[in-house]
């Protein structure tokens, strides 16, 4: 079961910076992140969104592989499997990347732009949608940034731990959705 874990900041750097400490988490196999989108808010009001997992490239990547498994064997039927191969792969690759750029993968992009206008001018948020978590690692990864937990699909008892360990006194700036999942 996937969690979403959305947290806002007052500056455009410390989206980025959180990030690439749960990043550097991930790399330690401590979380698994499925999805990761930092919005930042300009001092015009417009919404910039930076996604860290490209829909094109793991499209490409999974089409590639499957294109070449099915071209491979449709080439040993022919009698020329590395051909069948090379063109599986490709034909497989481009279709992924294809399919991937026309489909909405992870985190809602609606509910990221909805959720990212409420940004104060200059704010950022990060949004990461987890699909293994070990919370005391998280909260460890986390603490050093101040900012507050905008919505949440962890139970109470972790979402309070969460925004203590944010250090913002403040709570949730929109409330949350409790227990439900993603």
Not at 98 to 107: M, R, V
Not at 146 to 161: D, F, H, I, T
Request: overall charge negative; aromatic content about 4%; glycine content about 14%.
């Amino acid at each position: 079961m996937a969690e979403l874990v959305v947290v806002a900041f007052d500056d455009k750097t410390q989206a980025d910076l959180a990030l690439s400490e749960l990043k550097r988490l991930e790399q330690d196999y401590w979380i698994d992140l499925e999805d990761a989108v930092v919005a930042h808010r300009g001092a015009d009001g417009q919404v910039q969104l930076q996604q860290s997992v490209s829909p094109a490239g793991r499209g490409a990547m999974s089409g590639g592989l499957w294109g070449g498994v099915c071209g491979a064997l449709v080439g040993l039927l022919l009698l020329n499997p590395l051909v069948g191969f090379a063109l599986g792969t490709a034909v497989g690759a481009g279709t992924g990347a294809l399919s991937g750029q026309l489909t909405d993968y992870g985190i809602d992009d609606d509910f990221i732009g909805s959720l990212a206008h409420t940004l104060p001018p200059g704010g950022s948020a990060v949004f990461v949608l987890l699909r293994q978590l070990e919370p005391d690692r998280l909260l460890a990864a986390l603490s050093p940034f101040e900012g507050r937990v905008l919505r949440s699909s962890l139970n109470p008892e972790q979402e309070a731990r969460l925004q203590a360990a944010l250090g913002s006194t403040r709570g949730t700036a929109h409330g949350s959705s409790g227990a439900a999942t993603v």
